[in-house]
């Protein structure tokens, strides 16, 4: 595995969700609401023919600030385990660095994605229930700022909400969202 100690470290599992309704009454039952969210990411990458999770740049707005992250990706049994970098900034400078990714990094848009939905806290851990735009409904679970240490159980950890939640290991989706959209 890996762990950067100037990243975000985490650990998350996603599945399509089938029964929103069902999950949602779950969660408003047994969860703390956190937020309630949209947010609007646009994806850069050099070489669309060759498309690699970890050499794109993803823009993400939400709620009036602007995101730039990195990010570097290990699945294994259906988990990520990931290492992110972020940079936030304003409008006016978001619209610097994307000049900076087009002209200097030779990158392109590739896909934009828009998704709402509601994050909860459910036994520490925070868990999102999304609407992808084009793709239907995503539940993603997942621990912050995780370090390498006992891995098989916190994979396991996650499983386990995942069950809570009657979600079913099957509809785990390992795909990302971009790649996702971009082969509908």
Known sequence: MFYDDNAINEIEIKAKVYDKQELLSFLHKNAKVKRTYFKKDFYYIKD???FNIDECIRMRMDRGSYTFTSKKR???????????R???????????????IKNVLN??????KEKKGKAF???NTLIELS????LGDYVEIELLNNDETDIVNKSQYLKNILSE???DEEYIEIKPYIELLKNK
């Not at 290990?74 to 992110?84: D, L, Q």
């Not at 936030?88 to 000049?99: G, P």
């Not at 609407?131 to 084009?134: A, L, N, P, R, Y």
Request: glycine share 4%; aromatic share 12%.
């Open 107 to 112: 990158m392109n848009l590739y896909v934009m």
């Open 121 to 123: 806290i459910y036994k």
């Open 74 to 84: 290990i699945i294994e049994s259906g988990v990520e385990f990931n290492i992110e």
């Open 165 to 167: 939640l009657s979600i």
């Open 48 to 50: 669309k023919d060759n």
């Open 86 to 100: 972020n940079f936030s900034c304003t409008k006016h400078k978001s619209k610097v660095i994307i000049d900076f």
């Open 131 to 134: 609407s992808i735009k084009g």
